[in-house]
């Protein structure tokens, strides 16, 4: 502590500028004064950030200081990445946009106004989704690919979780440049809102009020010259936590909120007995496979996918330079240090049964990130689900639309010339199928849990046991929404803002 720390009074405080926590923030300031707190920076003039082109060089330009990306890998050996920059996970993201799909919001454990998820999506999509089906060639390719393989039907251009084929939004305009959740701040109420960047925060502030029980009542957090401040809320108001699915169990274990046996043996004075916190952390495994075409494509991201019940398809491509950092990003296997045009299929598990868990990395400095461990494949129905999707992969590589990516030999044969693993030539031989998705598991960056709803939070997004307190982010999530869950944590700030301001104007 750098001299006594300043205190700050607000309405609302939310831990976390990024894709559920600006919106959120946003939609509180109409009617109360809101302090949003985000670790990160502002990536306003960075063209890495920005720009669809350099998508790659988000991850490629990780570390653990202070890039956009922050690195991590989980403790299964996968390296994964978080955000960190206000706009959180949008702003380093592929830019898909799809809603969720209707079994999420009935498994979810969440209470919702379906009439205000609608309209909460449509606020998020006039602001920053791009809409087109006009897909360049390999997005076409795949497209037509799926439906040729029996991922029927298709749908076309939409929004909605549908199964069969489609064309998705982005965030991505016609320009290539980036739309994020931060672009959501502009339509708050200016005077009402107030945003820290490089604002670390470091534990929630609790007291005790006699029959009424504990309440969070403000938090502490440093800024970037490492002085230290505390804001708390007003009477009514409430501490929202947005810090990700890594950031805000992290926060409640060093708030000593947790469990008991764990929180005593890092001497966290115990606030309040939770034992789910941390737990049940699941990662979306991906698997996929990598072909070289005989000829150059200047493509670049991804708008198609193939959606079945257990799996998702979807493709990138880019140029890629495998002798780099960020080889082992998109390619878990050795590979050539030559710069070639790369053409990517992945599969995505749409509901993973291993679970994980996570612990701190320090019981006082909030700026490391917590250690995880997602123990994929652990249940080995994922590790079949895999297999299925792999060989859904095979039989687009079948069809004639992708006879065009073959190089030919010298014989005249054509052939796919992958780069890092080929599919077992026997898709029949569930053990060779296996050992290809261990030895190409890498992450699609959609891990939640570790403050599930009807575990850690009520329906309302309530930490049980607390007045005043509510996470609301990917950490509540029991599946990931959709194919990619940026919609949905968009819409799920907006959502809970809403209802929020609809229970004060009813009180």
Same mark, same amino acid.
């Given at each position: 502590?750098?001299?006594?720390?300043?205190?700050?009074?607000?309405?609302?405080?939310?831990?976390?500028?990024?894709?559920?926590?600006?919106?959120?923030?946003?939609?509180?300031?109409?009617?109360?004064?809101?302090?949003?707190?985000?670790?990160?920076?502002?990536?306003?003039?960075?063209?890495?950030?920005?720009?669809?082109?350099?998508?790659?060089?988000?991850?490629?330009? $990780?570390?653990?200081?202070?890039?956009?990306?922050?690195?991590?890998?989980?403790?299964?050996?996968?390296?994964?990445?978080?955000?960190?920059?206000?706009?959180?996970?949008?702003?380093?993201?592929?830019?898909?946009?799809?809603?969720?799909?209707?079994?999420?919001?009935?498994?979810? =454990?969440?209470?919702?106004?379906?009439?205000?998820?609608?309209?909460?999506?449509?606020?998020?999509?006039?602001?920053?989704?791009?809409?087109?089906?006009?897909? +360049?060639?390999?997005?076409?390719?795949?497209?037509?690919?799926?439906?040729?393989?029996?991922?029927?039907?298709? &749908?076309?251009?939409?929004?909605?979780?549908?199964?069969?084929?489609?064309?998705?939004?982005?965030?991505?305009?016609?320009?290539?440049?980036?739309? =994020?959740?931060?672009?959501?701040?502009?339509?708050?109420?200016?005077?009402?809102?107030?945003?820290?960047?490089?604002?670390?925060?470091?534990?929630?502030?609790?007291?005790?009020?006699?029959?009424?029980?504990?309440?969070?009542?403000?938090?502490?957090?440093?800024?970037?010259?490492?002085?230290?401040?505390? $804001?708390?809320?007003?009477?009514?108001?409430?501490?929202?936590?947005?810090?990700?699915?890594?950031?805000?169990?992290?926060?409640?274990?060093?708030? =000593?909120?947790?469990?008991?046996?764990?929180?005593?043996?890092?001497?966290?004075?115990?606030?309040?007995?939770?034992?789910?916190?941390?737990?049940?952390?699941?990662?979306?495994?991906?698997?996929?496979?990598?072909?070289?075409?005989?000829?150059?494509?200047?493509?670049? =991201?991804?708008?198609?996918?193939?959606?079945?019940?257990?799996?998702?398809?979807?493709?990138?491509?880019?140029?890629?330079?495998?002798?780099?950092?960020?080889?082992?990003?998109?390619?878990?296997?050795?590979?050539?240090?030559? +710069?070639?045009?790369?053409?990517?299929?992945?599969?995505?598990?749409?509901?993973?049964?291993?679970?994980?868990?996570?612990?701190? $990395?320090?019981?006082?400095?909030?700026?490391?990130?917590?250690?995880?461990?997602?123990?994929?494949?652990?249940?080995?129905?994922?590790?079949?689900?895999?297999?299925?999707?792999?060989?859904?992969?095979?039989?687009?590589?079948?069809?004639?639309?992708?006879?065009?990516?073959?190089?030919?030999?010298?014989?005249?044969?054509?052939?796919?010339?992958?780069?890092?693993?080929?599919?077992?030539?026997?898709?029949?031989?569930?053990?060779?199928?296996?050992?290809?998705?261990?030895?190409?598991?890498?992450?699609?960056?959609?891990?939640?849990?570790?403050?599930?709803?009807?575990?850690?939070?009520?329906?309302?997004?309530?930490?049980?046991?607390? &007045? $005043?307190?509510?996470?609301?982010?990917?950490?509540?999530?029991?599946?990931?929404?959709?194919?990619?869950?940026?919609?949905?944590?968009?819409?799920?700030?907006?959502?809970?803002?809403?209802?929020?301001?609809?229970?004060?104007?009813?009180?």
């Amino acid at each position: 502590m750098h001299g006594s720390p300043s205190e700050e009074l607000y309405d609302y405080i939310v831990v976390g500028g990024g894709t559920a926590g600006c919106p959120l923030a946003t939609t509180l300031s109409a009617n109360y004064s809101v302090l949003l707190l985000e670790r990160g920076g502002v990536a306003f003039n960075n063209p890495n950030v920005l720009l669809e082109e350099n998508l790659v060089a988000n991850l490629l330009q $990780a570390d653990d200081i202070d890039s956009p990306a922050q690195a991590f890998t989980s403790e299964d050996g996968v390296l994964n990445a978080r955000g960190r920059v206000l706009g959180g996970g949008s702003m380093i993201n592929y830019g898909i946009y799809s809603r969720a799909d209707e079994d999420f919001y009935n498994e979810s =454990g969440i209470e919702w106004n379906m009439s205000i998820v609608k309209s909460a999506y449509e606020w998020v999509e006039e602001a920053i989704v791009t809409k087109t089906d006009q897909i +360049n060639s390999w997005q076409t390719s795949v497209k037509r690919a799926l439906l040729q393989s029996g991922i029927r039907p298709d &749908n076309g251009l939409t929004l909605d979780h549908l199964q069969g084929t489609k064309i998705f939004g982005s965030t991505f305009d016609r320009t290539g440049r980036r739309h =994020g959740a931060v672009e959501l701040l502009n339509k708050a109420k200016k005077k009402n809102l107030r945003v820290v960047v490089h604002a670390t925060v470091e534990r929630v502030v609790f007291a005790s009020k006699t029959s009424l029980g504990l309440f969070a009542i403000g938090v502490v957090y440093r800024d970037t010259n490492g002085n230290s401040h505390v $804001a708390k809320i007003r009477k009514k108001g409430e501490i929202i936590l947005s810090a990700g699915t890594l950031g805000s169990p992290q926060l409640l274990l060093m708030s =000593g909120v947790g469990s008991r046996s764990y929180l005593s043996s890092l001497n966290i004075p115990i606030v309040y007995e939770q034992p789910f916190i941390g737990q049940f952390m699941t990662d979306n495994p991906r698997s996929l496979i990598t072909i070289t075409p005989p000829f150059p494509l200047d493509d670049i =991201g991804s708008r198609v996918v193939g959606i079945t019940k257990s799996f998702y398809i979807e493709a990138v491509s880019g140029m890629a330079q495998f002798s780099s950092p960020v080889s082992p990003i998109l390619f878990p296997d050795p590979y050539p240090p030559l +710069n070639l045009t790369v053409l990517t299929i992945l599969e995505k598990l749409s509901r993973p049964l291993s679970t994980g868990f996570l612990r701190l $990395a320090s019981p006082t400095n909030a700026s490391l990130t917590p250690i995880v461990r997602f123990n994929y494949y652990n249940d080995t129905r994922d590790l079949s689900q895999c297999a299925n999707a792999m060989r859904a992969v095979d039989k687009m590589l079948r069809t004639q639309i992708m006879e065009q990516y073959k190089p030919m030999d010298q014989h005249g044969q054509r052939y796919f010339k992958f780069v890092g693993q080929a599919l077992p030539q026997n898709q029949f031989d569930d053990e060779a199928m296996g050992e290809f998705c261990r030895k190409t598991l890498s992450t699609f960056y959609h891990y939640h849990g570790g403050c599930l709803a009807q575990k850690v939070v009520d329906s309302h997004l309530k930490v049980t046991g607390i &007045n $005043a307190l509510r996470v609301v982010d990917g950490s509540t999530f029991v599946v990931s929404p959709g194919t990619n869950p940026q919609a949905t944590l968009m819409m799920f700030g907006r959502h809970i803002g809403v209802k929020i301001l609809e229970e004060r104007n009813a009180n």
